[in-house]
């Protein structure tokens, strides 16, 4: 009884807010809204440039720690046995999980943006969430190969398979489920950031033209229009869109992934 | 019958260690080719670590290490510069569990060819095909060669793992007890496919129990804590057993 009145009191607090929120912003979310860009510090005009501004820098941030990510999980797991250096380079990506977004925002501020000369920038903004992401990614990836029955490991190499071909064939497309987990987990937070945005990409209106470009994604805009109070409205229409994004993404990888997964089951 | 002038493996003064555990003492045994050698012997006795020492599925690391020598073809496994993925393809291995790899009927075969290279949905095809029914399992999965190996029951999975194996085109089939979660006529089935594939490979191996090897084998060999204790052909080891610990397994006084 406690436990059913618990997942209720979640599931109708969840619905609420998404209700509340999506019943705010919708009906700001026209045509115009989503193909121009804004004009009067956002109290006109659309979004455009804030929704290319935050694919890019997902992207950026995805493309980065997704290699990165899979690929020190695959080393912890696979290519060596624990010793003191996987003990270390496990406690730093727990760390790192742990730690505030301001601070890789400033971090990301006075190596990406100062030191490597990169400006505020779409690439600034997409390495800094990279790194963000990145102990997300290990983490999910590292239990997902865990989980790979040790048996396919050894028919792979009872077939004349090397370690390297086992994992590309079996444990990669085994432990494709987990690895989307980590990688949609690390384009929601992606996507949700503002802090650490803001110290690195900017907050430029214009839309970018490349990857040197300042950008202000969709989270940091509806932050600085309803700090300002600038517009309430186009504050709650573009956490709406945020909102379907997300939406959007998730059922898109989940598709994928079940399509992927279907083969073999 | 005298042991064969060409036997296909020689296994001399094996040593096997786990840690300071010792699995196999000073291991000498020739397998003659186009026979069923059969290890058996109660748990533990060594016939697992043998059998996978026969293709380098325990290769040698800090936690494994052996001394002796094994011959395939008269030349040594274990030395220096043997490729161990071309060994594992001429040595290959099915496990105790039925272990098919999440993927299609038709993957799960192509996964050897595959890996050493070949492409062609044709070629891939007729092995696929021809393992299938030598593994007396075409009949029965040739209309859903697509669907997933999962899907199948213990015994198609493990007839399965055959024609996988029999997809690399091996010299030397190792089984592990293939048949030891499986029921009667799965049982009966597997034991029918391998008598017919002796007559093209070489197979050793692991049965579940005495009346197995009794069935199966055309050779026995019984290990006893490590140690080769008696070997010959089935009818001598059954009929006529040298030593007295054979005799007492046998006929289920021990183990």
Known sequence: ?265 | MALTQNPKIVIKKLNFFYHNNQALKDLSLEIPANEIMALFGPANSGTTTLLRSLNRLYDPNAKVHLTGEVLLDGQSIYAPGVSITELRRKVGMVFEVPTPLPLSIFDNIAYGPRLSGLKTKASLGEIVENTLKMAVLWDEVKDRLNTSAMRLSGGQQQRLCIARVLALEPEVILLDRPCSGLDPISTAKIEESLRQLRERFTVVIVPHNVQEAGRVGDRAAFLLMGTLIEEGTVADVFAHPKDKRTSDYITGRFG
């Open chain 1, 1 to 265: 009884m406690v436990i059913w009145s618990a997942a209720t009191l979640v599931i109708v607090l969840l619905l609420s807010i998404i209700f509340y929120i999506l019943s705010k912003g919708l009906p700001t979310i026209t045509w115009q809204f989503l193909t121009e860009i804004p004009s009067d510090m956002g109290r006109s005009g659309g979004i455009l440039s804030s929704i290319v501004g935050t694919l890019l820098v997902t992207a950026v941030a995805i493309v980065i720690a997704t290699p990165l990510g899979v690929g020190t999980a695959f080393y912890l797991t696979e290519y060596t046995h624990e010793s003191n250096i996987t003990k270390i380079i496990r406690f730093s990506a727990e760390s790192l999980a742990g730690i505030p977004s301001i601070v890789y925002g400033l971090f990301g501020f006075i190596f990406f943006v100062i030191y490597l000369h990169l400006g505020w920038s779409v690439l600034s903004g997409g390495l800094t969430m990279g790194v963000m992401i990145l102990p997300t990614i290990i983490r999910t990836t590292e239990e997902a190969v865990r989980a790979v029955p040790p048996m396919y490991r050894e028919v792979s190499f009872s077939l004349g398979g090397t370690k390297w071909q086992t994992m590309l064939k079996v444990l990669i497309p085994s432990a494709l489920p987990g690895i989307s987990t980590g990688v949609i987990l690390g384009i929601g937070r992606c996507v949700a950031e503002t802090a650490a945005v803001i110290l690195t990409a900017g907050s430029a209106l214009r839309m970018p033209t490349s990857l040197f470009s300042p950008t202000r994604t969709m989270a940091v805009h509806f932050y600085i229009l309803a700090r300002e109070g600038i517009s309430m409205e186009r504050a709650y229409g573009t956490a709406a869109l945020l909102i379907i994004l997300i939406l959007v993404i998730n059922i898109v990888a989940n598709i994928l992934v079940n399509r992927f997964v279907a083969k073999g089951r």
